[in-house]
């Protein structure tokens, strides 16, 4: 996985800095969010817990991926909505399976 940044500029009044990375993935399938923070913190030069990666684009027939990256100059200036949203998208398919086998091992204890 190659990451390249395409553009950056300083959003002074919510106090972040806005990137768009390029990501490249040849023979390999789209990285996850976890798999990018890395990559992507040490091409901003930022901590992974001050970034926020706010949507990817998987370029069709290509191993290509573009992102548009948040990267908050302090955990406190996030908002907390973008910051909840985040954790949703980051967490583990493992995770997932687990929270939608329990509502139906209920129904069948019931």
């Known amino acids: 996985m190659k990451i390249e940044v395409v553009s950056q500029k300083k959003n002074q009044l919510l106090g972040r800095e806005e990137a768009e990375v390029r ?3 040849h023979g390999q399938r789209t990285p996850s969010r976890q798999e990018m923070l890395k990559g992507i913190s040490s091409a901003l030069k930022a901590g992974e817990s001050s970034i926020i990666i706010d949507r990817i684009i998987t370029l069709t027939g290509e191993p290509i991926s573009v992102a548009k990256v948040l990267a908050y100059e302090n955990k406190d200036a996030m908002p907390k909505y ?3 949203k985040m954790k949703r998208r980051m967490k583990q398919k493992g995770e997932q399976k687990e929270e ?9 204890e019931e």
Not at 100 to 108: D, M
């Open 82 to 84: 973008k910051l909840e």
């Open 23 to 25: 990501i490249s993935h």
């Open 100 to 108: 939608a086998a329990k509502p139906a091992e209920k129904k069948k």
